[in-house]
């Protein structure tokens, strides 16, 4: 399989002269691979977030490299190695003054606080597994995604389920499939495509893939967050007719969704507007109020036309 992947340090990371947190790691394996990516934690109390995460991708790509091991047992391989390693780290570097007041507490575990997404597939099958808000998908010779994991109600906001959690184990989200995939997606949350599937990175698997992810491609927004993509393919499979044909179906759902979401975001502006509009008209006089009317009505038929426009889309999906 061929492999993609970036990992690009954050803005604010940049700005505060902090290290990337984010990692990745990708294991070649007879007729397919295992690849991983952990996001360290942002949080100060996380302070060796980084290392966390380097130990949570070697700790995966050890147990997915075991074909005896079951995908009911992969959580808790990766959690105890991963514990392990930490630990042994630990010893060899204790926390400094400074690391355990920012601790506050916490137990020492939590200075490695990470992320995890990871992904085994050959002949004999695909594993997938998550562990807090980063992203993992799989897609198959038809062209379309292997059933998403299923939410991780602990992952709202800024919070995030952690491998350095105890209970990491039974919260991780773990799915076998008896099939190959044909690419698989692996990204971080400052990635900022959190519950979305990124149609421009599952546009590349329409032509053979080229050298490096287009920079434009990349997601540059100003959250700051690093951000670490990895993207895998079976050019093979993904030179299928069945794939091709199963991946533009999927492209143009994501291109009618998005269409849908920026008709329903600008409705709800407009809607604000005409609330705002309804106090001023009792406020107002002569002139104003005159180009005020003329403003609201123009906002009206835009208000009709895209209800017309969002109950057609919704109609064809």
Sequence with gaps: MKTLTSCLRGRQHVLRREPCEDRFAVLPLPGGLAAAAADGHGDARCCRAGFGARVACASALHALSDPALSPEALAGAIRQRYERLCRRH?????????EQALLAGLAPLYAYGTTLVCARTDAAGTTLLRIGDSEVLALGSDGLPFPILAADPNCTGSATTSLADPDAETAARVARY??????LLLFTDGYSYRGQLPAGLLDLLRAPLPDAIPAELLDRGDHGDDQTVLLAADEALCAGEGFRRGLTELLDRLAAAEALRKLQRERREVMAYLRLAQKALRERQGEDLRSLCCHTREQLDRLQALDAEIAALSAAS
């Design 178 to 183: 008896d099939r190959p995939a044909a690419a």
């Design 90 to 98: 630990l010893a060899r570097h204790p926390l400094t003054e400074r």
